[in-house]
């Protein structure tokens, strides 16, 4: 059974630094990634890792954030650094495994970690 356990949110003051962790079971992962939710608006994509290490960020973070990943833990990291108001959102691990042609991928998502940016 997947399982994705994420950890890391809270309170941080504009300017501040957070690390969150997404530990996940069940399974080896193609691509893991973090989004977020804020209210009143469409979950987005964060930044993504792949198996191999190539990485892709939003717009919005790049420079800001930072995604790793241990294979050996299974476990995917988002460190935040200089969070500004407009990064206060629900954040989500998400974890896809990909069969290959004809087979859709496998998506799965943890239960999210708040994040508030606030002075």
């Known amino acids: 059974q997947v399982q994705l356990v994420e950890s890391g949110g809270g309170l941080v003051q504009p300017g501040g630094s957070l690390r969150l962790s997404c530990a996940a079971s069940?399974?080896?992962?193609?691509?893991m990634a973090w989004y977020r939710q804020a209210p009143g608006k469409q979950r987005e994509l964060v930044a993504g890792?792949?198996?191999?290490?190539?990485?892709n960020y939003a717009a919005s973070v790049k420079g800001r954030f930072t995604i790793s990943r241990d294979i050996a833990k299974n476990t995917v990291y988002l460190q935040m650094s200089s969070l500004k108001p407009d990064d206060t959102a629900v954040y989500y691990c998400?974890?896809?495994?990909?069969?290959?042609?004809?087979?859709?991928?496998?998506?799965?998502w943890g239960q999210g970690t708040q994040v508030t940016v606030s002075s």
């Open positions: 890792i792949t198996s191999d290490g190539t990485t």
């Open positions: 998400n974890a896809e495994i990909r069969r290959g042609w004809p087979y859709p991928p496998l998506d799965y």
């Open positions: 069940g399974s080896i992962f193609s691509i």
